[in-house]
């Protein structure tokens, strides 16, 4: 598999002579293959380019892996010259493409990188994070399961209703509601933790969940819920406004957001300038879908 990877590699970026070899001073050699230098850059240069394709490894292990990919690829690479395995054309093209891609990925990681300031990721986490939880409520909710298969199956359905109603019946009798759900729920996630639904807010429940919940005042128990899957009781234990996460949890997340919207904003606004015509059409040339 590696000596696949490598010779892939090396056609990938069109090696039809020395491979890897950009002497630098602070760039130190760190194999020779048949007198062609391998130097640091290069090793680096392969970890960036398909590394993320290697399994986790010990840091160590894996530069060896690298290093023995560039060297396979350097070996193979001279043994096609040395057969006159080489199809200029086709090289060519694959060291335009390697170089046109490598220029884009240089340019959005420069543009991402510029965009990221502390008021971009301030601004990013008001609009995104802070905004949207202005007054958001959210619920604990405690709820009870019965499930159906099949919405249209008409005695399945009623078979669940009857036993959500008993259940509801003993809740109502005085039973604590945490010791109902663990004799009868059928929702085996919440059923061992006395029907524990968690906070959620309007937009995390669905409509029928919404509606009989925000309705609710602290201790009340719903009359029965009927969804797509089920019938439900659920059980308002608390409310309260919720709490954005704290800016410094997911700094690095809302930096990872302001650099990509740059990035796609960058390629957005390059092809809409751009003027791109389609050739392999059917019908005649075309224009470019804007936005594609």
């Known amino acids: 598999m590696r000596s ?3 010779i892939c590699l090396g056609v990938m970026l069109g090696t039809a002579g020395p491979a890897f070899s950009q002497a630098a001073n602070a760039d130190p050699v760190v194999a020779i293959v048949n007198g062609t230098q391998i130097h640091e850059s290069d090793v680096q240069l392969v970890d960036e380019i398909i590394g993320r394709n290697l399994p986790s490894q010990d840091r160590v292990e894996r530069r060896d892996s690298i290093l023995k990919m560039v060297i396979d690829t350097t ?12 199809d200029d054309a086709d090289i060519q093209r694959r060291i335009t493409f390697a170089r046109n891609q490598g220029l884009m990925n240089h340019l959005l990681m420069v543009v991402g990188q510029q965009a990221v300031t ?5 601004k990013a986490y008001e609009d995104v994070v802070l905004k949207p939880a202005q007054n958001e409520v ?3 909710l405690r709820h009870l399961v019965f499930l159906f ?8 359905v009623k078979a669940a209703e009857d036993k959500a109603e008993k259940a509801l019946a003993r809740v109502k009798a005085g039973e604590d509601f945490a010791a109902v759900v663990a004799d009868v729920s059928e929702d085996p996630v919440t059923k061992a933790k006395g029907g524990d639904f968690g906070w959620r807010t309007r937009p995390e429940m669905g409509k029928e969940y919404a509606e009989a919940a925000f309705a609710m005042k602290n201790g009340d128990v719903s009359p029965l819920i009927k969804t797509a899957v089920g019938w439900h009781i659920i059980q308002l ?29 960058l390629v957005k606004k390059t092809r809409e300038t751009a003027k791109i015509e389609l050739m392999d059409r059917a019908d005649g040339p075309k224009a470019a879908p804007q936005g594609q």
Not at 75 to 86: P, T, Y
Not at 149 to 156: K, M, Q
Not at 240 to 246: F, N, T, Y
């Open 138 to 140: 959210e619920l604990h």
């Open 118 to 122: 502390d008021d971009a990721i301030r």
């Open 237 to 265: 234990e608390d409310q309260r406004v919720r709490k954005p996460v704290e800016l410094d949890k997911i700094k690095d997340r809302v930096a990872a957001m302001v650099a990509n919207t740059a990035q796609f904003e």
């Open 75 to 86: 070996l193979l690479a001279q043994v096609a010259n040395e057969r006159k395995i080489i």
């Open 149 to 156: 298969r099949d919405p249209r199956d008409d005695a399945a």
């Open 4 to 6: 696949a990877m490598a």
